[in-house]
Nanobody
């Protein structure tokens, strides 16, 4: 079992920056998990934003956030913390952001992820 908890959302002006964090714990097989950040805006489907392997090797991004968002992972003996640094934010980035984990490699379909956090609201508005 893997437990996932997000934090760090909030309100930011267009062009501003925000960092959201995801703490994942519960598994000793850290090298076999992949974490994705997803987002869901009202009336829209949940979409993949960025992903990273817990081993730290390899990242992926949706085209809409490339060059603006950066995903990274910090590991200690018991927990992995996955960060999503969001710069040059736009109103269309407004959504609930979810962190999810799966055992295995890269995936962008939310149905491929077994472990989800509760989500954190990010609002970009002046």
């Amino acid at each position: 079992q893997v437990h996932v908890v997000e934090s760090g959302g909030g309100l930011v002006q267009p062009g501003g920056s925000l960092r959201v964090s995801c703490q994942a714990s519960g598994s000793t097989y850290v090298d076999y998990y992949f974490t994705g950040w997803f987002r869901q805006a009202p009336g829209k489907e949940r979409e993949f934003v960025a992903g990273i392997a817990w081993s730290g090797g390899g990242t992926s991004y949706a085209d809409s956030v490339k060059g603006r968002f950066t995903i990274s992972v910090s590991r200690d003996s018991a927990k992995n913390t996955i960060y999503l640094q969001m710069n040059s934010l736009k109103p269309e980035d407004t959504a609930v952001y979810y962190c999810a984990a799966r055992r295995g490699s890269y995936a962008t379909d939310p149905r491929d992820y077994a472990y989800w956090g509760q989500g954190t609201q990010v609002t970009v508005s002046s």
